[in-house]
Every structure is written in structure tokens, then in C-alpha cells.
């Protein structure tokens, strides 16, 4: 039998028919109303392509080195190619049109969604790597479950499973063919509270298919429910956008939610009460708590899909601070990277005395041997658990970083290379302490206060068990505070990656490419001259896939590159660089992509290859823009490396005064965003280096000035259906966080370690905003 249909499906069957058709049989079989559908197995899949006889050519294809993008790209497409032009048999052919002609009368709209059967492994995720189509009808069935097997091998699906170690051979695809069903709303529902197991069901929900909550396009109404007494608690979310069926084309497509259901309820209490009874049939029938999609038509309530919850603590511990509000002056990360709390218990530690003291860049206290680096070759003697100490810190070190327990410079400040890095990898440090490496000794055991920017004699810090700096990031609660405005991170380094999307951000605000770059090494030039074009190409490609892989399909922001020459003169290759008196206001940003095509063009066909790879959720966005014609040359050299502007998603940085006042035109150029870089546009602003611990006291992004140009570039670009965000230091502030939710930006950006609490922060202030209207 080609085909199963779902009541003849168990879990026992995952093997047959994948993650998602066992879960419906299952469902199914429970008695639970799930739309009527089929299955076509995973062995009809492995018949068509061995009866076909293009199994080992299809198996001998794809084993090549994914790192060789060239290679990987014509791979996928023969491939893809071999299945999708290999026609269906024609007892096949009959049996899945005579299936589909029994689910609703033959005329239904179906959804044909990917069931692989190496899905939600214990080590490894392909969900969301294969396809999935809805609203189709028999005319397209064919096609769209050939596309389905053919998705086994896009691209970002063969990279990723070599890079797993799994071979291609033994994966097996099985694809779903359900009723659609045409929901007028949707979401997902925690049958019990995801973190503690405690029995409180959490509801999502908003208009239209569940596509928009699960992809995370609109913030869903958020409801809280005690299983105990059914007491109900709301939050509703101002709900933008919604995925609903076009009558005349059948096609799925994003509307604008109608003004007065914007803010309007979605579930009544009757039916968060059939959900809740429903919720509780599915965790009786497992045993266990689950993760279930639902929808909604009429008076119909249809259960989607259900998975079993993997996040709930064994301990059964207490709610933390992230399960309810936060108080704003407790351990609320305020950008500078300091906290009220710190990180390490200190009642059993002694205090030593302070030997250099600087700013707190990076929280944690801890102790270890001071390794003085004073040149790269230094590098080598940074062992685990040391302390680097240099004068500052360059991209290369990064390796070294990763090794050591904390980090102490002379130079820089909170928005330094040192303390930015630090933070995303949450090793402690301390920076801007003038005279570290002339006062430590190499070797000296000292103990590292991030918090309190002091460097202790000796060891004061007892040894505990070490915590990976993943968890220390990863939200105690899963679920996070419902919010209209979307709370993204920002990420310096591919490194970072994991421990970015550990803290459940909406996406990645700023994506640095320099650091990328500058970690060669070598400058573009002389990278080129050695290794060719092509090689440099993939050094940026895979540096962007590995944070677009952590967090697809939401969005991952890329700015170009914006190195000073001060930095690019320390590479190789690097003694033709200008001498700049002042090189935060040279020769860098969109300036020297603008100055140097030929160069630029190398940046731009790795997005061009991306894309090409299937990595939709990469935007790409222009540092250092002053107005609308550096907008329109970059948008010209775009055109020209392949990319159409009409269908990606772009725009600029506003860092200086001149880029917020012509905002306006930039936006008539075809902006999609505007991101404000509020280290930048404070220090152009105010005239105060950002790097110069002299003037550090007078940094200050809260400032008037900063803020009447933030009002006024949100307001513009409203008018003209712009998104702005914001990606500086400053979107970790509570105030800032206040201030941008109050003049409506699109979302905020900020430190890894500060994600969950901007998340609270935008939540009260949006809770704030609605009470305010309504008294």
C-alpha cells in the first residue's frame, strides 16, 4: 500500500509515515477531531526512487564537501532535478488521486506537508527543512508530493545532515495530505506550564491559519490558565497581520487584520474552555504534557498536530524571575552588561585586595592565571581556565577567548570589541583599565569582577560547578512575554550563535560581517590574492549560514562591512591602508563599499548564493549610510550581482544626523528598514568618542538630542510603511526600551544576555500603553 490513511496510523508507525503523520494517526485514533487525511509512506518515497533506478546516482550526487558552495548548489539542483523529472507510475499515480477524490468529496483544498523520518531527533532538528503546501487541489497533487521528496535535498538540508553526520541514504521522506481547514483563528496551546510541568495551560492565539503564530509573523493574545479552577489569565496583543485563503486564487496569503479586530480578543471563554478539555484528552492520552497546534472554524475546534513538551525541569523547581513581571531595578541588564545580581554566589567567597579596577563590560565573577598577551604569537599560552590580559582585543583572539574564564584590557569601552565579544560568549570582563598588562604578572592567579569592573588579588572565587554558557542565556520559561513589538539579538560572531538563539529572540537584529573578515586575518585584497575570490566568498557565506541555520526561518540581519582602517592596517595586506587621524569618521561603512565595487561585489554574491540556497531569512543592511543616493548606488550594484531589491528585504543603518534627517528619501528609494546604531549616532552626535575612556562619563544615549532624532526618523518612517528597529547598545536600556515602545518602533535588538528582560520591559510598557487608552 502506497498510502495510509490517518485512522489506520499509531505511533508505533514513525518509521512509515514520519514525525508529523504518526502524531495525526495517533491523534486521530484517540478520538481527538483532527481533519481527515493520508499518508504517502516513506517506502512509496524510497520505491519511486530505487524502481526508478535513480537511487545511487541521486546517493552518489549529494556526497560532496558542503563547504565548496559551487559544488553543494549544483548537487542540490541535480538532485531535485532527478526526482521532479522522473514521472509517477501509474498504479501510484491512481492510487493517491483515488485517496485525495474520498477526502472531501474530491474537492477539497489539502495541505501536503513533509514528514521525514529523521525529524525532531534527540540530537538533531530537520523540521521545518523540508516542504510543506496548502491549499492545493488535485490538479497541482502530484507535483507538490514529488516537491516534497525533492526537498530532501535543497541546499541547507544536504548541508546540514553531512554536517550531522547522517547519511542521505537512509533518511526517508513521508508526505501528509490533509483537509484543509480554513480557520478563522488559530494558534498553539502548552497543555501544562512548559517549564515547571505545574498544571497551568498556556494559550496562543490569533485570526486566521496558524501559519502566522508558528512562524511568528504576528504576536499572538496570550492566555493563562489554572487547570485547577479555570481561572483565566489575558493578554492581548495588537495582532497586525493574519494568513488566510485567497477566495479567487486558492493561494495562502498575509493581510492586514481589520483596525477593529486589531486589538480585539480572540477566544471567548467557551472556547479557551473547549481547548482546555481538549488540551486535557491529548496529556491523558500520551501521559505526558504537549504542544499542540489547533484551530478554529465556527463552532469547530480541530487539533493540527501535537508534540510532547522536552523543557520541563526535572527538578520541578519554583518559578524564576522570568515567569512573571520583573522589577526594573533588580538585575535588569542595562546595557553596560552589569546586573544587580551577580552570577556567582559570593557569601562563602573572601575579598581580596583590588589591583587594577576599569568598567564592568561583561558580568560573572571568577578567578584564574593572568596570561599577558602583548602579541599574537602570545596567544598559544592561554590555556582553559586562564585570564587574558592585552591591551585590546582583535578578532582573531576570539579562539583564545573561547578558552579563557574572563577577560581584562587596557583600552576600549562598553561598546569595544572586547566587551561586545565577551558578552555574546558570557565570559566576564573588565575594559578601559589603562594599565592591566603593566601590573599584572604573567601567571598571577587573580580573581575577575565583571560586575564591579574590579580585578582581586588572588583566588576569592570557590570553585562550583561550571554551567555552560548556553543555559546561563536560556530563559527558565519558554515561553515568552507576548509582545506587538518583536525583541531580536544582536550576534558579532558565528560563534555566538547558539547561545543567541538559546534566549528565544524574535530573530537577529544585527549580524556583523567584520568580525567575520577581520578573524582571517588578512584584508579582503590580499585574502583574495592568496586563496582566490571564490574562497573568500565562502568564508562569508558560512559564517552567515551558521547564525541563519541557528534561527531559520526568523529573520537574520546582516550588516556589510564596516571596519575603520585602523583595524584593517593590523592584517596583512594592511600597510596600504590610509593613515586616518580620526578612522570612526573615515574610510569604512557603506563609504568604502561604495569606493571599492569590485570588493563589494564579493560581499554581495555570498547574499546572492544564500538566497540561492534557500536562506530567505537573510536581510542585508548598509552601515554608515548618510542619504538617498548612497542608497540608490548600493541598491544599483545589488542589481547587478543578481539580487532584486523588489524581493529581498533590506535597508540602513542610522548612525549620524545626516541618514536620520534624509530618512524620508531613503525611504523613496525602497528601504524595507531603517536600524538605528546608537553607538554610532550618539557619538556623531554628541561629539564624544565612543572608545575614549576620557570622555566615557559623557556617552550618553538617552540624551535629548539622541532621542528627538529617534522620534522623528519612527515617525517618518511610519508614514511611508518603513520598519525601524533599533541595534545599539542602547536597546538593553529599560529607558531606551520605554522611550522606542513609546514612539512605535517596529522592534528592538539587544545584548544576549539582556533578551528576556527587554522581553518583560516591552510587555509592561505595552500593558501600560493599552490601560493608559482605555482610562
Known amino acids: 500500500m502506497a498510502v495510509l490513511w490517518l485512522d489506520e496510523i499509531s505511533a508505533g508507525d514513525l518509521e512509515k509515515v514520519g514525525g508529523k503523520g504518526a502524531s495525526l494517526g495517533e491523534l486521530t485514533g484517540a478520538g481527538l477531531p483532527v481533519p481527515p487525511g493520508f499518508v504517502v ?16 546516482e541521486l546517493f552518489e550526487v549529494v556526497d560532496v564537501d558542503v563547504d565548496d558552495s559551487s559544488a553543494l548548489s549544483d548537487a542540490a539542483d541535480r538532485a531535485q532535478e532527478l526526482i521532479l523529472e522522473t514521472p509517477f507510475p501509474d498504479e501510484l499515480r491512481e492510487e493517491i488521486l483515488e485517496s485525495y477524490s474520498e477526502v472531501g468529496d474530491g474537492e477539497a ?7 521525514a523520518t529523521a525529524e525532531d531527533l534527540p540530537d538533531a532538528s530537520f523540521a521545518g527543512q523540508q516542504d510543506t503546501y496548502l491549499n492545493v487541489t488535485e490538479e497541482a497533487l502530484l507535483d507538490r508530493v514529488r516537491e516534497c521528496w525533492a526537498s530532501l535535498f535543497t541546499q541547507r538540508a544536504i548541508y546540514y545532515r553531512q554536517e550531522q553526520g547522517f547519511d542521505h541514504s537512509v533518511v526517508n521522506i513521508a508526505v501528509v495530505v490533509q483537509q484543509m481547514v480554513d480557520a478563522e483563528k488559530s494558534g498553539v496551546m502548552f497543555t501544562s506550564h512548559p517549564s515547571t ?28 490558565i489554572s487547570r485547577e479552577d479555570r481561572d483565566i489569565d489575558v493578554t492581548v496583543a495588537e495582532k497586525k497581520v493574519m494568513h488566510e485563503k485567497d477566495e479567487e486564487t486558492g493561494q495562502t496569503v498575509e493581510r492586514e487584520v481589520p483596525e ?10 467557551d472556547e479557551i474552555e473547549q481547548l482546555v478539555d481538549l488540551g486535557e484528552r491529548v496529556e491523558d492520552h500520551y501521559d505526558n504534557p504537549q504542544d499542540v497546534e489547533w484551530a478554529i472554524v465556527g463552532d469547530e475546534v480541530f487539533m493540527l498536530q501535537s508534540r510532547p ?28 552588561g552589569t546586573a544587580a545580581a551577580s552570577t556567582t554566589d559570593t557569601s562563602s567567597v573572601s575579598t581580596g585586595s583590588v589591583l587594577v579596577d576599569g568598567l564592568g563590560s561583561s558580568p560573572g565573577t571568577v578567578s584564574g592565571a593572568a596570561r599577558i598577551v602583548k602579541k599574537l604569537d602570545d596567544l598559544a599560552k592561554v590555556d582553559e581556565g586562564d585570564v587574558i590580559v592585552t591591551e585590546m582585543t582583535m578578532p582573531d583572539m576570539v579562539p583564545a577567548m573561547k578558552r579563557a574564564v574572563g577577560i581584562i584590557t587596557d583600552e576600549g569601552g562598553m561598546t569595544s570589541h572586547a566587551a561586545i565579544v565577551s558578552r555574546e560568549l558570557g565570559v566576564p570582563a573588565i575594559v578601559g583599565t589603562t594599565n592591566a598588562t603593566t601590573v599584572l604578572e604573567d601567571g598571577q592567579v587573580v580573581t575577575l569582577d565583571g560586575d564591579k569592573g574590579a580585578v582581586l588579588e588572588g583566588k576569592t572565587v570557590e570553585d562550583d560547578e561550571e554551567t555552560e554558557p548556553v543555559e546561563e542565556v536560556r530563559p527558565q520559561s519558554p515561553v515568552k512575554p507576548m509582545t506587538a513589538t518583536e525583541v531580536k539579538v544582536n550576534v558579532s560572531i558565528p560563534e555566538a550563535a547558539e547561545r543567541a538563539a538559546a534566549t528565544g529572540a524574535d530573530g537577529v537584529g544585527l549580524l556583523r560581517t567584520e568580525h567575520m573578515i577581520l578573524s582571517l586575518n588578512q584584508t579582503p585584497e590580499k585574502f583574495i590574492e592568496e586563496h582566490s575570490v571564490d574562497a573568500y566568498i565562502k568564508e562569508l557565506i558560512q559564517g552567515i549560514r551558521t547564525v541563519a541555520d541557528e534561527f531559520y526561518p526568523r529573520p537574520v540581519r546582516v550588516r556589510t562591512l564596516d571596519a575603520p582602517t585602523d583595524e584593517f592596517r593590523q592584517l596583512e595586506g594592511g600597510e596600504d591602508e590610509p593613515e586616518e587621524h580620526n578612522p570612526m569618521l573615515g574610510y569604512r561603512g557603506i563609504r568604502r563599499s561604495l569606493d571599492r565595487p569590485d570588493v563589494f561585489a564579493h560581499e554581495l554574491e555570498a547574499f546572492r548564493r544564500l538566497y540561492e540556497m534557500g536562506y530567505d531569512n537573510v536581510e542585508i543592511m548598509l552601515p554608515l549610510v548618510n542619504d538617498a543616493e548612497d542608497i540608490y548606488r548600493a541598491k544599483e550594484l545589488m542589481k547587478d550581482a543578481g539580487i ?12 549620524t544626523p545626516a541618514a536620520a534627517l534624509s530618512v524620508e528619501g531613503m525611504a523613496e528609494a525602497g528601504i524595507d528598514f531603517a536600524s538605528f546604531g546608537t553607538n554610532d549616532l550618539t557619538q556623531y552626535t554628541l561629539a564624544v568618542d565612543r572608545n575614549n ?64 528582560d527587554v522581553q518583560h520591559e516591552v510587555k509592561r510598557t505595552e500593558q501600560k500603553l493599552l490601560l493608559d487608552s482605555v482610562r
Open 41 to 56: 509512506t516513506a517506502g512509496t518515497y524510497r520505491s519511486f526512487i530505487e524502481e526508478a533506478e535513480i537511487d545511487d
Open 309 to 336: 513538551i522536552t523543557t520541563i525541569s526535572e527538578s520541578n523547581g519554583e518559578p524564576t524571575a522570568t515567569d512573571s513581571a520583573i522589577d526594573v531595578s533588580e538585575g535588569v541588564t542595562d546595557g553596560s
Open 644 to 655: 532584486d531589491p523588489d524581493k529581498r528585504k533590506w535597508g540602513a543603518m542610522i548612525e
Open 197 to 224: 510541568g505545574d498544571p497551568t495551560m498556556i494559550i496562543e492565539a490569533a485570526w486566521g491559519l496558524g501559519e502566522a503564530v508558528v512562524s511568528g509573523a504576528v504576536s499572538p493574545d496570550n492566555y493563562i
Open 260 to 269: 477593529a479586530k486589531r486589538t480585539e480578543r480572540v477566544l471567548s471563554d
Open 693 to 756: 575612556e576620557n570622555v566615557a562619563d559623557r556617552f550618553d544615549e538617552l540624551h535629548p538630542a539622541i532621542l528627538r532624532l529617534i522620534g522623528t526618523v519612527i515617525e517618518t518612517c511610519r508614514e511611508h510603511d518603513v520598519d525601524t528597529s533599533i541595534c545599539g547598545q542602547a536597546g538593553s536600556k529599560p529607558e531606551m526600551v520605554q522611550f522606542l515602545v513609546d514612539e512605535g518602533v517596529s522592534s528592538i535588538s539587544a545584548n544576549i544576555d539582556a533578551v528576556r
Open 109 to 115: 483544498f489539502v495541505a501536503v506537508r513533509s514528514s
